[in-house]
């Protein structure tokens, strides 16, 4: 049957949209979480699938990554549906010399900042990483707290967990209109009907303009591609998330109109390598392009040369979305009372996803987040595109 | 870059009949055939090392491929034949990237004939995946092409008549059929069957020479049955058969056993679609198939402008069906390329397509009584393998496919089913009988589960060998 | 428990023969055959051991589809038996 009334609907079935209905939900809220096709059906289903703090930023940005990082580890504890979440440590490969300033600064940064990263020389990183490249190598960054996850089962056992909890969740629906009124939300309605409400959760990723456009507001949220390659199962051989130093200085390659590209590694716990990655601004489209794919085979072949008999069984790329100051919009928007924005996590959304979820659901119960969401605001200056 | 007037993928005989044509009137095709030597799976030669002893032993099929290898052979100065190239993807702005001796390469086309052919149809049921159990297809390539008997004592379950060629050659070979278990309701129609399967009475006239082999060698052709069951200790001992309903549903307490060592399924086959998929192309679900095919104009040519698909992988009829289809393509090609001398080409276009049309006709029989039917696809238990690749049961997808609304790109992501190796052609056509069972209307285009390139597994090195490109 | 598997001796004549290793196991192959035919007619049916429930898996369709008869050949995974030919003192891994 479908819902006709609900304390909060929320719009998004990725990520975000499941944690936030999860901790509303234990809340005793009562929650519709609309999802215009399958859960963890886009950027939440087809990632890098890391819990990956070490490249984020000094200030709110790491600060989201630590909080929600935690939330993962309450995850893992409460949910009955395992995850494949392993905080096994994340490492940071650097192999050219122009790397090196951009990485001492980042560390530099966030040891002011109270968050430290540890430099490691290339012996280490060998160690860490024995199949990586030596004759490449000039050290790394090590960080024990990231790790990986399996963001599928983390929506689906977010997404049980609720169901049980009493949240009703429509897929394959698709939300038509909002219904504002006197600047308060009344209504939401689906190609399945109207639900009343008074609450509405933009958790939609890429597609959070769209949503916005429906109560008049312009949310400043675009798609951009990442795409990556899957191999078949093999033995264990790559033992954390790797990331090339590249990001830190090409990292807005891809964003002028070209394909950016750079290291991403990790295997997942079935054994699959996943190998990333290429970006570029292809608008919605998730299919990959050959010279992603053909990219990506030499950027990891580069670093890891023994895979190269490895076979990939296929490409996935889905777009992020992106907002111009790389960080997410959170909480309430001016003019609109009870329409809480919680998207734009820019490609860190299975780290942050989890955090968000659960201050957005705080600040609906209580009106406060246990970290201040105020610079995470619709409103900031570094939104406009003037 | 290379480039090419007419790219055709696969040397089967659709493929090779294209471009027999299209050379035959100047215009320069590249073949890209995963494949050694050209012949696809019908025609496959055999491996550099076998001699033939007595080409009477290998059937007319055989003989009619010299034919078309002849035929080949007079064009073959404008054919750029590639064999070990394995298409991995197809890309837009007309291009096609493959794998061929370590290295990754692009070419450009004007035209492209999509020849993918097809593969036996998987069925699910407890045992299948032991060893000993093998497609039909399979155990016609180890006799005809490998020269050898998978086993001593076996079972042929499945429909068609393609069952009888394959008993007739495992005969041939030696071996000891214990039973031949026809599902569907055949009674004495097999020659009509023999006649749709081929096209034409001189075949036939070789499938009654097959019924006579089976018969002389007193194995029993049991119509509405099916197998139920294989059961062994890591190999095939025992199958479990029995009696079927009109909609191929088992009738209990009809169930026997049988010692066998190896069991032949030949469910009919599947379309591989990947490759037109890949391309965009609308596909519709054919229910006389039991699967999904390119839509196709009367030229053969998909909903992508010069893009043409043709053969088993494009609607399974056979080989004479492909040979036509490939030439019906091949002379649009030609007219598309402005090669032809009209009026001469259109009475010949219309002649072949005269000839489909009757092909078709016959084959209507042929899927009146192999169209699959809702009881081959409850023979599953709860710890039946479904994906072979990813391991996932039946009690898995269970709770899923009865979801309402539930699509099977759901499933997929939910389960892990057809994330694997062989790239959902295994599970894919099986999550959408079992969805159809439920009563799911099967949508307009197979998009159940997602077609991204690599289409085939691809290793790093030869992806990132993709050099020689620029 | 194993199957009977043979060649067939009527119709062609074989080339030359050689020696693959199997598992440690010296079986022998002729040219033109696939790692798959060589390993069928000494008796090995079993050419790999499923992802999650650990079951034996053999050649199943037989024509390079399936992907069920992959092996490991002379140290790369995943190659597939029914495809690959055998060539003289390969090393596979079942």
């Given at each position: 049957?479908?819902s006709?009334?609900?304390e ?7 990520v975000v949209?499941?944690a936030?209905?999860y901790?509303?939900?234990?809340e005793n ?8 096709g ?5 950027a939440?289903?087809?990632?890098a699938?890391?819990?990956?703090s070490l ?22 504890a409460?949910?009955e549906?395992?995850?494949e ?11 050219a010399?122009?790397q ?18 540890e ?8 160690e860490?990483?024995?199949m990586?490249?030596?004759?490449r190598?000039l050290g ?13 089962l983390l ?7 609720a169901?049980k909890l009493?949240?009703q969740i ?12 006197q600047?308060?939300v009344?209504?939401?309605?689906t190609?399945?009907?109207t ?11 890429s597609?959070?303009?769209?949503i916005g456009?429906m109560?008049?507001?312009t949310?400043?949220?675009?798609p ?9 199962r093999?033995?264990?051989c790559?033992f954390?998330p790797i ?7 090409e ?9 950016g590209?750079g ?9 699959n390598l996943?190998l ?6 292809a ?7 050959q ?10 072949i ?9 076979r990939v069984i ?14 997410p919009?959170l ?14 996590h ?13 201050l957005v ?6 009106g406060?987040?246990?970290?201040p969401?105020?610079e ?5 200056s570094a939104?406009?595109?003037? | 870059?290379e ?5 055709i993928?696969g ?18 095709v590249?073949?890209?055939d995963e ?6 799976q019908i ?14 032993a ?12 002849r035929q080949?052979?007079k064009v ?8 070990h190239?394995t298409v991995?993807g197809?890309f837009?702005d007309?291009r ?9 390469k692009?070419?450009e ?14 069925v699910p049921?407890p ?9 039909a ?7 005809k092409?490998?020269r050898?008997?998978p086993?001593?004592k ?7 008549p ?16 214990a039973?031949i278990?026809?599902?569907?309701d ?6 009509k069957?023999m ?5 034409n009475?001189?075949?036939?006239g070789?499938g009654?020479?097959?019924?006579q ?8 052709i049991?119509q ?12 095939v ?13 088992v009738?209990?307490g009809t ?8 069991v032949?399924l030949g ?6 679609t990947?490759?037109t998929r ?10 006389g198939l ?8 009367e030229?053969?040519e998909?909903?992508q ?9 494009a ?6 069906v ?6 019906i393509?091949?002379i649009a090609?030609?007219?598309?390329l402005g090669r032809?001398?009209?009026?001469e ?7 072949l397509?005269?000839k489909l049309?009757r ?9 009146d009584i ?5 009881g081959?696809?409850e023979?599953a238990e709860?710890?039946t393998?479904i994906?072979r690749c ?6 898995q ?11 099977a ?16 052609r ?9 969805l ?5 209307q ?12 690599p ?8 992806l990132?060998?993709?050099?020689d490109?620029? | 428990?194993a ?5 067939i ?21 002729y ?8 390993m069928?007619?000494?008796?090995l ?13 053999g ?7 399936c992907?069920?008869c992959r ?10 038996a029914c495809?690959t030919?055998?060539t ?7």
């Open positions: 049957m479908f006709q009334e609900a909060v609907v929320v719009i998004g079935g990725g949209g499941s936030t209905a901790f509303l939900a234990k809220k009562n929650v519709v979480l609309i999802e215009k399958h859960s963890a059906g886009e939440s289903g087809g990632n699938a890391w819990v990956w490249t984020r930023k000094a200030g709110i940005d790491i600060t989201l990554a630590m909080h929600s990082i935690s939330i993962h580890q309450q995850l893992q409460e949910l549906l395992d995850f979440y392993r905080a096994s440590g994340g490492l940071m490969i650097m192999d010399e122009n090196v300033p951009f990485v001492k600064e980042h560390l530099d940064q966030r040891e002011k900042d109270g968050h430290p990263l430099m490691v020389d290339a012996k280490q990183v060998l860490i990483e024995p990586l490249n030596r004759d190598i790394g960054v090590w960080n024990p707290v990231d790790g990986t996850t399996n963001p599928i929506v689906a056992s977010l997404n049980r967990e169901e009493g949240v429509h897929h394959h629906t698709e939300v038509k209109g909002i219904d504002v009124s600047g308060r009344k209504s939401v309605t190609n399945r009907g639900i009343k409400t008074d609450c509405v959760v933009n958790a939609a990723g597609w959070a303009g769209h456009k109560v008049g507001i949310v400043p949220v675009s951009f591609q990442m795409a990556m390659l899957v191999t078949e093999i033995p264990r790559i954390h990331m090339g130093a590249s990001y830190m200085v990292e807005d390659t891809g964003k002028e109109g070209g394909l590209s290291l991403i590694a990790s295997q997942q716990v079935s054994g996943l990333g990655a290429c970006w570029r601004d608008g919605f489209d998730k299919r990959t392009i010279e992603e794919i053909e990219r990506i085979a030499i950027v990891n580069e670093a890891m040369p023994s895979l190269k008999d490895i296929r490409s996935f790329a889905n777009f992020f979305p992106h907002t111009l100051d790389d960080l919009i909480g309430p928007v001016e003019g609109v009372e009870g329409f809480i924005m919680a998207s734009g820019n490609g860190h959304g299975i780290c942050l996803g989890p955090g968000s979820g659960k659901a705080e600040l609906l119960c209580t406060n987040t246990s970290v969401i105020e995470l605001k619709l409103e900031r939104l406009s595109v003037e | 870059m480039k090419a007037e007419l790219a993928i040397g089967g005989p659709g493929g090779i009949s294209a471009a027999v044509e299209a050379a035959g009137s100047g215009v320069n590249t073949i890209l494949n050694a030597r050209i012949g696809g025609f496959r030669q055999l491996e550099k090392g076998f001699t033939l002893t007595n080409p009477e290998m059937g007319r099929d055989y003989q009619k491929s010299v034919d078309l290898f080949f052979k073959a100065s404008r054919i750029n034949y590639l064999n190239a991995w197809i837009d007309h096609i990237a493959y794998g061929r001796n370590g290295k990754s692009t070419i086309y004007k035209n492209l004939v999509i020849a993918s052919g097809a593969y036996d149809r998987p049921f045992g299948w995946t032991l060893p000993g159990v093998l497609t297809g399979g155990a016609q390539n180890l006799v092409n490998q050898i008997l086993g001593k076996i079972l042929l379950a499945g429909t068609g393609l069952q009888l060629v394959v008993a007739h050659q495992l005969i041939q070979a030696g071996a000891d059929i039973a278990l026809e599902v569907g055949v009674k004495g129609m097999w020659l069957l006649q749709g399967m081929w096209g009475w001189g075949y036939a070789d009654l020479r097959y019924v082999t089976i018969h002389k060698a007193g194995v029993p049991m509405n049955h099916i197998i139920t069951r294989a059961n062994g200790n890591q190999h001992e025992e199958a479990v058969i029995a009696r079927v309903d009109k909609d191929w549903r009738i209990h169930q026997k056993s049988l010692k066998v060592d190896t032949c469910y009919g086959l599947v379309t591989s990947e490759l890949l391309a965009q192309c609308d596909h519709t679900y054919d229910s039991g699967g999904y095919v390119p839509v196709r104009s030229t053969m998909t909903s402008k010069g893009i043409f698909a043709v053969g088993d992988g609607g399974v009829a056979g080989s004479q492909a040979l036509t289809e490939g030439q393509a091949g090609v030609v007219q598309a032809a001398s009209g009026a080409q259109k009475k010949t276009l219309a002649g397509q005269k049309a092909h078709h006709r016959l084959r209507q029989v042929l899927d192999s169209r699959p039917r809702p081959l696809y023979l709860d710890e393998i994906c990813e391991d996932i049961t039946f009690k997808i269970k709770p899923l496919i009865q979801k309402e609304g539930i699509k790109k759901d499933i997929k992501r939910r389960t892990r089913v057809g994330m694997g190796s062989c790239g959902g295994m599970c894919g056509p099986i999550l959408i009988e079992l159809r069972n439920l009563g799911m099967v949508s307009k285009q197979p998009d159940g589960l997602n077609v991204r390139p289409v085939k597994p691809v290793s790093l090195g030869v990132a060998g993709a050099g490109n620029q | 428990m199957g009977n598997a043979h060649r001796e009527k119709g062609v004549s074989r080339g030359n023969h050689f020696e693959i290793i199997v598992d440690g196991r010296r079986i022998t192959a040219e033109g055959e696939t790692i798959g035919t060589a069928m007619a000494a008796g049916y079993i050419l790999r051991t499923s992802t999650e429930k650990k079951e034996p898996r050649i199943f369709c037989g024509i390079g589809v992907q069920e092996v490991t050949v002379n140290g790369i995974p995943n190659i597939q495809k030919l055998a003289p003192e390969c090393c596979v891994e079942s």
